[in-house]
């Protein structure tokens, strides 16, 4: 008896095929993922870049208030004693509290040498229904001139948030 032997089809042949369809497909995927990141990699140094420049080109103003270099210029002196403006609406912690603040805002707007004598407080709104009110100050610079500030009282949680406008905002 003869047998016909039936012929047999090639699995290797299919397979190695299968393979490499696969080792294509997971190739494409890692291209894709390495672009998507790389995408946002690059965008990120963008933006750090601009921050960079940003902080570059950030200009300090000159000339700097009290700058002990410049022999021209007065020193300023920042008065830390207990002695504080009277009148107003604010209890002493608050007026302090006011006091070292508008301090500060009126050496940056050229107020060398604020003083407690000769500084008077009014108020020009009284407390609203939230409690928030507003005084100006008419601060002695120390050298014979004033100069008004306007300070807003916040209450706050049980505290008094103070608040001081730059002169001539």
Do not use: H
């Not at 420049?53 to 210029?73: A, L, R, S």
């Not at 509290?97 to 709104?125: D, H, K, R």
């Amino acid at each position: 008896m003869e047998t016909n032997p039936t012929p047999q089809t090639n699995s290797g042949t299919n397979r190695n095929l299968i393979i490499g369809i696969v080792i294509a497909i997971v190739l494409c995927c890692c291209c894709a993922i390495t672009a998507v990141a790389g995408y946002y990699g690059y965008q990120a140094y963008v933006e750090a870049q601009k921050v960079v420049q940003d902080i570059q080109d950030f200009e300090i103003p000159t000339p700097i208030p009290g700058d002990p270099f410049d022999p021209t210029q007065p020193t300023p002196s920042f008065d830390l004693g207990n002695d504080i403006p009277e009148g107003g609406l604010a209890d002493d912690e608050t007026r302090l509290t006011a006091w070292f603040s508008l301090q500060i805002v009126a050496m940056i707007s050229g107020c060398e040498t604020p003083t407690v004598q000769g500084t008077t407080i009014t108020v020009i709104q009284q407390p609203d229904a939230s409690g928030v009110w507003r005084e100006e100050w008419n601060v002695n610079c120390g050298d014979g001139t004033s100069k008004p500030f306007r300070i807003t009282f916040t209450p706050e949680n049980g505290f008094v948030n103070v608040s001081v406008e730059m002169p001539g905002q």
